[in-house]
T-cell receptor, first 112, second 111 residues
Framework: DAGVTQSPTHLIKTRGQHVTLRCSPI?????VSWYQQVLGQGPQFIFQ???????GRGNFPDRFSARQFPNYSSELNVNALLLGDSALYLC???????????FGSGTQLSVL | RKEVEQDPGPFNVPEGATVAFNCTYS??????FFWYRQDCRKEPKLLMS???SGNEDGRFTAQLNRASQYISLLIRDSKLSDSATYLC????????????FGTGTRLLVSP
């Protein structure tokens, strides 16, 4: 079975642009979470979606938004990019009633 | 104060050594606890869950002290392949999973 897949793997943008990151969870997983990991830090929670509804949001500005589709895939959108948005963006999925999170290999975003 | 605090290291140990990592968390209402492993430029992977009674998985032993809000990971007989960053993780809410990660402790095992 395929693991969590994310696209693209790498992305370079300039300040002020917007970006859309994509995630496909493991088959059968209905919950998707997004995390931001800045170099030298642990991942920080951005959003969780379950059954296409937002179930949790971390301490990120409104420039960050996400959605989940009927097939449980998800998109993370970031508007008006700042230099500080440069990070590894990780998507994770899990089965219902299971605490184990499976992470994708991430999208490395560089904002110049 | 950070919600989850870890010594960033690095811990440099020879093969075969025993090494212990510690972690403290600030929210006494935290519900569940984990150790994740992250290799350089890779995604985090669950190493083990942590229970109050303590749990062991091969060379790895995890302990939780709820009274002190303290979590530990012990690695015995270190292997070169154990070199990685070990992330202490706390889940504050059973309703949904908002995992709070520490900054990680880097381990380097040398021959």
């Amino acid at each position: 079975d395929a693991g969590v897949t994310q696209s693209p793997t790498h992305l370079i943008k300039t300040r002020g642009q917007h970006v859309t990151l994509r995630c496909s969870p493991i088959s059968g997983h209905k919950s998707v979470s997004w995390y931001q990991q800045v170099l030298g830090q642990g991942p920080q929670f951005i959003f969780q979606y379950y059954e296409k509804e937002e179930r949790g949001r971390g301490n990120f500005p409104d420039r960050f938004s996400a959605r989940q589709f009927p097939n449980y895939s998800s998109e993370l959108n970031v508007n008006a990019l700042l230099l500080g948005d440069s990070a590894l963006y990780l998507c994770a999925s899990r089965r219902p009633n299971d605490e184990k999170l499976f992470f994708g290999s991430g999208t490395q975003l560089s904002v110049l | 104060r950070k919600e989850v605090e870890q010594d960033p290291g690095p811990f440099n140990v020879p093969e075969g050594a025993t090494v212990a990592f510690n972690c403290t968390y600030s929210n006494s209402a935290s519900q569940s606890f984990f150790w994740y492993r992250q290799d350089c430029r890779k995604e985090p992977k669950l190493l083990m869950s942590v229970y109050s009674s303590g749990n062991e998985d091969g060379r790895f032993t995890a302990q939780l002290n709820r009274a002190s809000q303290y979590i530990s990971l012990l690695i015995r007989d270190s292997k070169l392949s154990d070199s990685a960053t070990y992330l202490c993780v706390v889940n504050k809410d059973t309703g949904f999973q908002k995992l709070v990660f520490g900054t990680g402790t880097r381990l380097l095992v040398s021959p």
